[in-house]
T-cell receptor, first 112, second 109 residues
């Protein structure tokens, strides 16, 4: 079992819909959770981080964390074609303050 | 804004050459990282450093070494480049969340 696992995708949604990206992780001691967006040929860009259970909203993005279920998700409301990218989940497994473990990513396509 | 820069965006080297990839960050971060990213394999950690002159192996250190003489600069060295080291190389720095440089696409022929 991978330590940070994302739904395999690719995921396609119509423009204006809600895109839901999911991530599970293996260690209950993890404290910090991050979502990165990576356009084709570019480097990952941090879009959100969350440390506490519940929801955190930033514009059209909402990160949701459930530590009991070891689950973190990213919702993108009113999806736009410019949101088409690969989304990487990253977790500080075992509470490491120094290292992040990345999932393999979910490719999202928003159809005009 | 955090800025992480890498010395080259594209690099072509021959098998057996010694290759230096440099990374500089301007936020006084203690932690710096080198990853490679290949299709289907995701991000793989090569080496990281949490202080000047300190280094730790990541998941795939074989064939690579690193140098950190100054806090802002972290170099990745391919002692004798091989074709299986053709990849996208990404540097990151962090104090919690990681920020990535633009990447170097290295081709070894």
């Amino acid at each position: 079992q991978k330590e940070v696992e994302q739904n395999s995708g690719p995921l396609s949604v119509p423009e204006g819909a809600i895109a839901s990206l999911n991530c599970t992780y293996s260690d209950r001691g993890s404290q910090s959770f991050f979502w990165y967006r990576q356009y084709s040929g570019k480097s990952p860009e941090l879009i959100m981080f969350i440390y506490s259970n519940g929801d955190k909203e930033d514009g059209r993005f909402t990160a949701q964390l459930n530590k009991a279920s070891q689950y973190v998700s990213l919702l993108i409301r009113d999806s736009q074609p410019s949101d088409s990218a690969t989304y990487l989940c990253a977790v500080d497994l075992y509470g490491s303050a120094r290292q992040l473990t990345f999932g393999s990513g979910t490719q999202l396509t928003v159809l005009p | 804004d955090v800025k992480v820069t890498q010395s080259s965006r594209y690099l072509v080297k021959r098998t057996g050459e010694k290759v230096f990839l440099e990374c500089v960050q301007d936020m006084d971060h203690e932690n710096m990282f080198w990853y490679r990213q290949d299709p289907g394999l995701g991000l793989r950690l090569i080496y990281f450093s949490y202080d000047v002159k300190m280094k730790e192996k990541g998941d795939i250190p074989e064939g690579y070494s690193v140098s950190r003489e100054k806090k802002e600069r972290f170099s990745l060295i391919l002692e004798s480049a091989s074709t299986n080291q053709t990849s996208m190389y990404l540097c990151a720095s962090s104090f919690g969340e990681q920020y990535f440089g633009p990447g170097t696409r290295l081709t070894v022929t």
